[in-house]
């Protein structure tokens, strides 16, 4: 149940902070635009630097990725990556969906298509036997993330 919880937040914090990071940046990317004192390649890229961390949007978008980073490394810890990645991938789905309603983009038949497919895959992997994988090595208190007695 837990890891059940913990990766439905790590999939919602990361298709929320993609918008967020999306938003952020095309705002930087339309006010970049408008600087006609910024010549060359390094200077854009300065000037860009400097208006992202201005952005609230963009630092919003940085800490839901964090998050999703820390429950997903969570999760890692407690189940097998042959579950948790792919369970993951579901937050492409979201971006799809996220994508077309939140940032009004133009998402054609054959990309819903593929989140479909993907949907079912995390069906299938959510349907499978939840194991952790024990770590050769080390002492059963370590792998179960205890404390010897």
């Known amino acids: 149940m837990k890891t059940a919880v913990v990766l439905a937040l790590a999939i919602f914090s990361q298709a929320v902070g993609n918008v967020f990071l999306t938003r952020g940046m095309k705002t930087v990317s339309a006010i970049v635009a408008t600087h006609p004192d910024a010549s060359g390649p390094v200077a854009q890229v300065l000037d860009g630097a400097s208006e992202a961390v201005q952005q609230p949007d963009i630092w919003i978008g940085t800490l839901l990725l964090v998050a999703f980073f820390v429950l997903s490394s969570a999760a890692l810890s407690w189940a ?6 792919p369970a993951t991938a579901a937050g492409y789905v979201l971006n799809v969906a996220a994508a077309r309603f939140f940032l009004h983009e133009d998402v054609r038949p054959l990309r819903w298509l593929g989140a479909v497919i993907i949907t079912f895959g995390v069906i299938f992997v959510s349907r499978s036997d939840l194991r952790t994988t024990p770590v050769d090595g080390l002492p059963a208190h370590e792998r179960s993330g205890g404390h010897p007695a």
């Open 80 to 85: 097998d990556v042959s579950f948790v990645m």
